[in-house]
């Protein structure tokens, strides 16, 4: 069976994490379920080049925010997991506190509840206490908290290859091989860097 992949798009600022998840998986030859905010597609519109329908073309299969009658609302529907990206808030709240009242929220809570991989990208900067607390929560119940955050070591040149590490590691959390950012060997210059 292929690997399949369950990606969420909320209406976070960084919604290009979550197209660039799906081009990389569909290279990567996984299958995958695609939901999409109504905030997600308004942010696609809005900082990307593409349109929504674009996006949704990217996915084996999409389903509306609303159906809570679509496969991957079931656990006997058997996924690998779901990346959330960009995870705003307000699904990280929903989920933490298992209110599924829309099919995004209901896929990760099925994931948690299953204990498969359940990745998010939470969007949001700074973050008071209570973000801290929901995110703590989600990780209680088995997700993996995996915000944005640029790493430098590997010399980055362009959005996307800052865009790419970020990927590359929800694709480690997922066991899925690539080559999308240099990794750390330790600092081959030498010399004494205190």
């Known amino acids: 069976m292929r690997r399949r992949i369950i990606v969420g798009i909320c209406g976070a600022s960084g919604v290009i994490y979550g197209v660039r998840c ?33 996006v949704e073309e990217m996915a084996d299969f999409a389903y509306d925010y609303e159906d809570v009658s679509a496969p991957i609302a079931s656990g006997s529907f058997l996924t690998q997991g779901m990346i959330v990206a960009p995870c705003t808030i307000k699904s990280l709240s929903a989920i933490a506190n298992s209110y599924s009242d829309n099919l995004l929220v209901r896929a990760a809570d099925v994931v948690l509840k299953e204990r498969r991989k359940l990745c998010l990208l939470v969007r949001e900067t ?6 801290l607390r929901l995110m703590g929560m989600a990780a209680d119940l088995g997700a993996l908290i995996l915000p944005p955050m640029p790493a430098f070591y590997h010399l980055p040149k362009t959005i996307e290859e800052i865009i790419d590490h970020t990927v590359g590691k929800v694709f480690d959390y997922f066991d899925i091989e690539h080559a999308l950012f240099k990794r750390w060997n330790g600092d081959q210059r030498g010399g004494d860097r205190q």
């Open 22 to 54: 799906l081009e990389l998986l569909r290279d990567a030859g996984c299958e995958t379920h695609l939901v999409i905010s109504p905030g997600g597609r308004l942010n696609i519109e809005i900082e990307t080049p593409f349109s929504v329908e674009q």
């Open 126 to 131: 700074p973050l008071h206490k209570g973000h």
